[in-house]
């Protein structure tokens, strides 16, 4: 389960974050781009757009199931 106290800065203000145990594997990037992205040196992921629609969240909550660390959190 993700941890909020240890979100990845890059993270924009919002419901859902990546936190520091994600491995880079870039499946949250491959499953939901529009959300989802990778740091300057592609060592871990991070949230660059909050959802606003139902599709949004969906695609998010899809991302988030998908995760094989669990690194990805939902605070919504």
Avoid: R, W
């Avoid at 203000?13 to 990778?38: I, K, Q, R, W």
Wanted: hydrophobic share 30%; net charge negative.
């Amino acid at each position: 389960m993700a941890d909020k106290t240890n979100k990845v800065p890059e993270n924009i203000e919002g419901s859902y974050y990546v936190d520091e145990d994600c491995t880079a594997c870039g499946l949250c990037v491959d499953t939901d781009p529009d959300h989802f992205a990778m740091n300057d040196d592609e060592s871990y992921a991070y949230v660059y757009k909050q959802p606003e629609t139902d599709d949004e969240i969906d695609a998010c909550e899809e991302a988030l199931e998908a995760c094989p660390v669990e690194a990805i959190g939902n605070d919504g």
